[in-house]
């Protein structure tokens, strides 16, 4: 156990350094989270009007997930252009479990994205975002991001390991990014149209986004939407993990 997380934190330092050299994880990580965070507020923020509350203290948990959405591109293209290159191969006929080399991918995109993170509350305070000063709602809406973060993040590495090219990764990633639009991130679910409005209500990030919200607001959270919110993100982690350790190992045999 002991080596396989050696294993693990050297093959994260690698995947950071593969980041820090990347152009479009600069723009992904740290310039796009900022833009969108203006963007929303500027476009819309006196258009959509919602009630008992700032537009900014509203969208500000969706904003976070949609740029976790974007992110997880930049992991499904490393995946695949690795898996196709053959150096995922390499790495994995060395020494080290082979699990170790997914989970420096995971590993590294939940550093990015906790970055992304903090970019984009700096710009929501500075555009009049206002949370509440409550360490138990903070906990609560860190747990829930670093959950969602590992959900997508292995969500990320079984597109990259399915697609046949970064391009066809970075184009199948779109469903991560296009999630957060169709819930309550933006606008409420009851304003939507009928079979948006219905589709908003029971998919897996409107409850996340939700209790998000209450616990940065510092608003009562219900505990079955805890619940709720926490069980999704167990329930599609272990699915992905899984599923996504199985693509790994048929990838390497295929070689």
Not at 64 to 69: A, E, M, W
Not at 124 to 131: F, N, R, S
Not at 212 to 221: T, Y
Request: glycine share 8%; net charge neutral; with cysteine.
């Amino acid at each position: 156990m002991r080596d396989e997380w050696k294993d693990t934190i050297i093959l994260t330092w690698r995947c950071c350094l593969l980041s820090l050299r990347n152009p479009d994880t600069l723009l992904t990580s740290v310039m796009l989270p900022g833009l969108m965070m203006a963007l929303f507020v500027f476009l819309f923020g006196t258009l959509i009007q919602i009630e008992d509350m700032a537009y900014v203290d509203y969208i500000v948990p969706g904003v976070l997930l949609q740029c976790v959405g974007q992110c997880s591109s930049t992991t499904s293209v490393m995946v695949c252009r690795e898996v196709r290159t053959g150096m995922a191969g390499r790495l994995c006929i060395l020494p080290i479990r082979r699990s170790s080399y997914l989970h420096g991918h995971v590993l590294e995109a939940l550093i990015r994205n906790l970055i992304t993170s903090v970019i984009v509350l700096i710009v929501a305070v500075i555009l009049g975002y206002c949370p509440a000063f409550d360490p138990g709602g903070w906990l609560l809406a860190l747990a829930l991001l670093i959950c969602v973060i590992l959900v997508f993040s292995w969500l990320a590495i079984i597109v990259g390991l399915l697609a046949r090219s970064e391009e066809g990764a970075s184009a199948l990633s779109a469903l991560a990014i296009i999630l957060p639009y169709l819930s309550s991130g933006f606008v409420p679910a009851a304003a939507m149209p009928g079979p948006l409005a219905f589709f908003a209500q029971v998919q897996p990030l409107t409850p996340i986004i939700e209790v998000m919200r209450g616990a940065l607001l510092g608003l009562s959270a219900d505990p079955r939407m805890i619940m709720l919110a926490f069980g999704w993100c167990a329930l599609l982690f272990i699915g992905f993990r899984l599923c996504g350790n199985r693509l790994l190992r048929h990838a390497l045999s295929t070689q």
